[in-house]
């Protein structure tokens, strides 16, 4: 078989507009797919289609095949996405009365079955399903296949067997398009966005990276690439960023297939050109991950800039006024937060100037809105000298929770809906696997003791993070064998506590991946309710590995590049060498999130992918 050219033109509901026309105009592509759906998009389509019953699909995706259907019939590519969200049908039957309008003969599929009934207070309910019902439709000659919930994964598992014919249980072959997928679901994560290293790169980073493809083979290898002459860069670096993002362990499981991803080699196969290859994959496990939405009460935020002198007097004072203001009747949840952004005898008044956070949650809006205006605005002539605010706080707002669940595969009616409207049942695996710990693999030897200089870690580490729920991963990685054998045994559960304090009393595992020279450590219950709620200034976990590539370590000197950072010689020992701590847990992990429940039609906020 030839092998299958496989492009990605959206990353989240709300990525660029134009990426659509850019993937299809710029080289061959055989499909052609876009992931719409993240835990927040779920709740925002369940409030759509609330409002209006033909509603609850990524209506950018319609918009974007007003052109993108034309361009797709001309060029022979198949498209597949996941925009259908909580209504594949409804999307499906638009896309026909598109093509028909356009004079185009677009034969539609669709698959269904992700959702689930929901329990009491339960707004969504969706299993995330695999890549077959997609590969049945293409099967059927469909040019589209639009789906609800599947993982974004799938989105490449399923053309390729449909491409390839492989069956259900070739799983190094399944695990090799699985992460491919990963790679290239987050759309411009891949080219370099959002890298770590980008100042290497700055020649190649314009405004605008192109949109990543995989040219997937028969045998499961495929290469990350790019169309010619887009912006941004490939390379082992920026591939192995998004290969941490959001994932934590060695086994990497989906409805199709567990991926090893202790197994994954990466090499560079020229300018724009990964390889990934050894790729193992197992059985998938007998259940399937449910992500439920719910909307958990109301939520309001008020910012007090506090300028100059005495800022932590002045934070006191004004928390000691509102705790009396809502004493009677305080809000559920009650945070505060003060970020010190000031700076001593500051040239501008915004950087003589912090901020203090106060977040307030309860079922009832009254106490979020009303209760919490009154007592901050009354405060005005009150307070603190300076007394100013971002913004007065408004009536509060609904915000919903995440949470996971799993159920046999079996119960779930896993359906693709062929072009010519035949529904075929999607048959459960052959065969599953429980999902078991990894044994920790040999830690490489240590560098001999040497002369150190205090820089930041980022200095020669890379890292990604992001959110799941309530909880985050950071992956750290490096570029050299001798770096490696320094950050093993340096970057230990421990050290990485010292160096985000936010994290003690939280749960704190690390997973190794030698192939990848990296670290993959999962924070639980870190981001709090989740990214509704914003408990934290980063709701969303975005910039937590680049809070810890900031933090000074004890680097050698030998591994700094000549010209780095000035730093404090130190003649003790390389580092930490607090031997193999790979899989060390602590404490209790919790699943939950809370997603905003706002619903603009194209929502500015990059969610990430689910």
Not at 224 to 248: I, N
Not at 509 to 534: C, D, K, M, Y
């Amino acid at each position: 078989m030839s092998v299958l050219r496989i492009g990605n033109a959206s990353g989240f509901y709300g990525d660029r507009f134009g990426a659509v026309r850019e993937m299809l105009t710029g080289g061959r592509l055989d499909v052609l797919t876009g992931d719409y759906l993240a835990e927040l998009t779920m709740l925002i389509l369940g409030r759509d289609l609330l409002k209006d019953p033909s509603a609850g699909y990524a209506k950018t995706f319609l918009r974007q095949m007003e052109e993108g259907l034309g361009l797709a019939h001309d060029r022979g590519t198949r498209i597949v996405v996941n925009a259908g969200g909580l209504n594949p049908a409804g999307l499906a039957e638009a896309l026909r009365g598109l093509a028909g309008r356009l004079g185009l003969p677009t034969r539609v599929g669709y698959v269904e079955g992700d959702r689930l009934p929901g329990e009491a207070g339960v707004l969504t309910a969706n299993a995330y399903l695999g890549g077959a019902g997609i590969a049945a439709c293409l099967e059927a000659g469909a040019d589209v296949v639009v789906t609800g919930r599947v993982t974004d994964a799938a989105l490449v598992t399923g053309p390729a067997q449909w491409w390839f014919g492989w069956g259900p249980q070739e799983y190094d072959r399944l695990a090799g398009a699985v992460v491919a997928g990963h790679v290239l679901e987050c759309g411009t994560q891949a080219t370099g966005g959002n890298y770590a290293f980008f100042r290497e790169h700055e020649a190649k980073l314009p405004l605008r990276p192109g949109f990543p493809l995989a040219e997937v083979h028969e045998d499961g290898s495929a290469v990350v690439t790019k169309h010619p002459g887009t912006g941004g860069a490939v390379d082992v670096g920026t591939v192995t960023a998004q290969l941490l993002y959001e994932t934590s362990g060695a086994r990497y499981a989906g409805p199709d297939v567990t991926a090893r991803l202790d197994s994954v080699r990466l090499t560079a196969e020229g300018p724009d050109r990964v390889r990934i290859d050894g790729v193992r994959g197992e059985a998938p496990p007998a259940t399937l991950k449910v992500g439920r939405c719910r909307l958990g009460g109301h939520r309001n935020e008020v910012v007090f800039v506090l300028t100059g002198l005495d800022v932590e007097e002045k934070a006191a004072l004004v928390r000691e006024q509102i705790h009396d203001a809502l004493a009677q009747d305080p809000p559920a949840d009650v945070r505060w937060e003060l970020a010190r952004t000031d700076r001593e005898d500051a040239g501008t008044q915004e950087t003589a100037s912090a901020l203090l956070r106060l977040v307030v949650r309860d079922p009832d809006p009254e106490k979020v809105g009303r209760t919490l205006t009154g007592a901050a605005i009354e405060l005005a002539l009150a307070s603190y000298p300076g007394f100013h605010v971002t913004a007065p706080p408004g009536r509060g707002a609904p915000y919903g929770v995440f949470e996971t669940a799993y159920v046999p595969a079996g119960d779930v009616p896993h359906t693709a809906v062929l072009p010519d409207g035949t529904r075929v049942a999607v048959p459960v695996p052959p065969a599953t696997r429980a999902l078991e710990p990894v044994p920790g693999p040999e830690l490489p030897e240590p560098l001999p003791p040497g002369p150190t200089v205090r820089a930041p870690l980022g200095r020669i580490a890379g890292a990604r993070s992001g959110d799941k729920g309530g909880d985050a991963n950071v992956g750290v990685w490096v570029r050299t064998e001798a770096e490696w054998r320094w950050l093993a045994h340096t970057l230990t559960v421990g050290l990485f506590r010292e160096l985000l304090p936010e994290t003690a009393g939280l749960a704190v595992t690390r997973h190794v991946l030698p192939n990848l020279r990296a670290v993959n450590f999962t924070v639980a219950g870190i981001l709090g309710e989740g990214v509704a709620s914003q408990a934290r200034f980063d709701p969303q976990a975005k910039a937590l590995g680049e809070w810890l590539r900031s933090r000074h370590v004890d680097v050698p000197a030998e591994l700094l590049p000549a010209g780095g950072p000035a730093g404090r010689p130190n003649d003790g020992p390389a580092g930490r060498t607090d031997g193999r701590t790979d899989a060390r847990t602590d404490g209790p992990t919790d699943a939950r999130s809370h997603v905003r429940a706002d619903d603009p039609d194209r929502p500015d906020l990059p969610e990430g992918p689910a």
